[in-house]
């Protein structure tokens, strides 16, 4: 990973795994502060990773803030489709075709997004790399950089451009496809671009026509850590609760496709466990959670859990 304040020289672009510096890390945890804080992130910051092509492993994720926690984060499209017109005007005159916003990736990179507006890392939560978020099978080399604290997409690419790395990634010969994230929690904004050699399928061009303005981003997947039932007729369901979400719901059901019996219950966010009741005793039940984020009339729900089943007393 280099990284690069977008005010301040750069270092020539490296394809071996640099080390952090001191200076990176305390700039990375004085970020982290002042988002936990609630305040603008400035000067604004911009980071490439640039050792994702040949599979390297990013550097360490800083603590993650909490201020924001319960902050539904929006996802803003509009400014997702003007970064890719910026960047893609970048290229033509560069004598470089232009990228294809992909349905798929621009999905993962609003995913990324709202991880980076929480952690400024090539890390994901629980540690995975970024590219974890990417879509399967799409094929290398690939390569993400991310930004927070400008305003416009206008600013951010401008601070890409004048960072190696990042300039590196958005005038790459060898990327085809792109997903564009642009996201908003509270009045903090975190960008993301994930680039992919992956030519874009026939039908799966994504164009700012098909989505409306702004949506909450969807969770992620949820981990259903335990299923128990120590009270009649009751199961009580524990999971790992999420940040920047609205809420869960939970289900139990006499089978696994969820058709029989089905009892749901839905919870705020400030809580890990629910107890469902008036089950069958004696009977199987499968559990599962799910994860929801909610912008007016808008919801987007995580993928469900893993299922786990018990037998209620």
């Known amino acids: 990973m280099s990284h690069a304040q977008a005010s301040a020289p750069v270092p020539a672009l490296s394809h071996r795994p640099p080390r952090d510096s001191h200076r990176a890390r305390r700039a990375a945890a004085a970020l982290a502060c002042a988002v936990a804080a609630g305040l603008a992130a400035g000067p604004a910051t911009a980071w490439a990773d640039t050792t994702s092509t040949t599979g390297a492993t990013p550097s360490a994720a800083a603590a993650a803030p909490t201020a924001l926690v319960r902050t539904v984060p929006i996802q803003y499209t509009s400014q997702a489709f003007g970064v890719l017109t910026k960047v893609n005007a970048q290229r033509t005159a560069a004598g470089l075709k232009p990228l294809t916003m992909d349905t798929k990736l621009m999905a993962s990179a609003m995913t990324r997004a709202r991880e980076v ?13 970024w590219s974890t978020a990417l879509p399967k099978g799409y094929a290398k080399p690939w390569s993400e950089s991310f930004a927070q604290a400008y305003s416009s997409a206008g600013s951010v690419v401008a601070s890409w451009m004048k960072s190696a790395g990042n300039k590196a990634n958005l005038l790459s010969k060898a990327f085809q496809s792109v997903g564009v994230g642009a996201v908003k929690v509270g009045k903090h904004w975190a960008w993301v671009m994930d680039f992919t050699a992956q030519p874009v399928a026939a039908g799966a061009a994504a164009t ?53 019996g089905r009892v749901s219950k839905t919870v705020g966010s400030t809580t890990s466990v629910a107890s469902l009741a008036k089950l069958k005793h004696g009977k199987t039940y499968y559990v599962r959670v799910e994860a929801y984020a909610k912008s007016g009339s808008h919801k987007a729900w995580s993928p469900w859990s893993k299922v786990k089943k018990v037998k209620v007393k």
């Open 117 to 129: 507006a929480i952690t400024p890392s090539y890390k994901r939560p629980g540690g995975k790399a």
């Open 208 to 260: 700012a026509a098909d989505y409306a303005a702004k949506l909450p981003v969807a969770p992620a997947s949820m981990t259903l850590k335990k299923a128990t039932s120590s009270k009649a007729k009751t199961v009580t369901a524990t999971w790992a609760s999420q940040e920047l979400v609205t809420g869960y719901r939970v289900q139990a059901a006499r089978d696994k496709k969820f058709t029989k």
